[in-house]
C-alpha cells in the first residue's frame, strides 16, 4: 500500500505508478511493502528511507526535482526497501548501479505510450 502526502499531481501519479511497477517486478505477492511517501522539501539529500519494521516504510523524496530525477530517486529509494525486504545489506553502491537501470525500464513500460523513447529524452524541452 502507498500513502501520499504532497507533491504535484504529476509526481504523485508518477508515485502510484512506480509503486505498482516496484510491486510487480521487484517484490514478492506476499511481500509487498507500506510506504508512507512524503514529497516535499528534504535539506542535505535527494531523499531517503527509513524502514519501520514489519513491511512499513518512510520514504520523503525532494519536491523540486524535475520529472527525470524524480523518477531515478524515487527508483533509488525503492530499491533501498527490496533491500530491506530481502535482508540484504542496504548498499547505496548497488543502488545507485541498479537506479537507472530501473527507472529506464519503467519508463519505457509505464510512459513511453509505446513508443519505444528513452529517458534521456524527458525533460529536455
Not at 6 to 14: A, D, S
Not at 46 to 64: H, N, P, Q, R, V
Request: glycine share 8%; proline share 1%; net charge negative.
Amino acid at each position: 500500500m502507498l500513502y501520499i502526502r504532497g507533491g504535484t499531481n504529476e509526481q504523485i501519479e508518477l508515485s502510484k505508478l512506480l509503486f505498482k511497477f516496484c510491486s510487480n517486478g521487484l517484490f514478492q505477492a506476499d511481500n509487498i511493502p507500506n510506504i508512507d511517501l512524503t514529497i516535499q522539501k528534504v535539506d542535505g539529500a535527494l531523499a531517503w528511507t527509513d524502514y519501520e519494521g514489519k513491511k512499513k516504510f518512510y520514504i520523503e523524496i525532494e519536491e523540486s526535482l524535475i520529472k527525470k530525477e524524480f523518477i531515478i530517486t524515487l527508483c533509488h529509494e525503492m530499491i533501498h526497501v527490496c533491500q530491506f525486504l530481502a535482508g540484504v545489506e542496504v548498499s547505496e553502491l548497488s543502488a545507485y548501479h541498479y537506479e537507472e537501470k530501473l527507472a529506464e525500464q519503467f519508463y519505457l513500460e509505464e510512459l513511453s505510450g509505446g513508443y519505444g523513447d528513452s529517458m534521456v529524452k524527458l525533460n529536455e524541452d
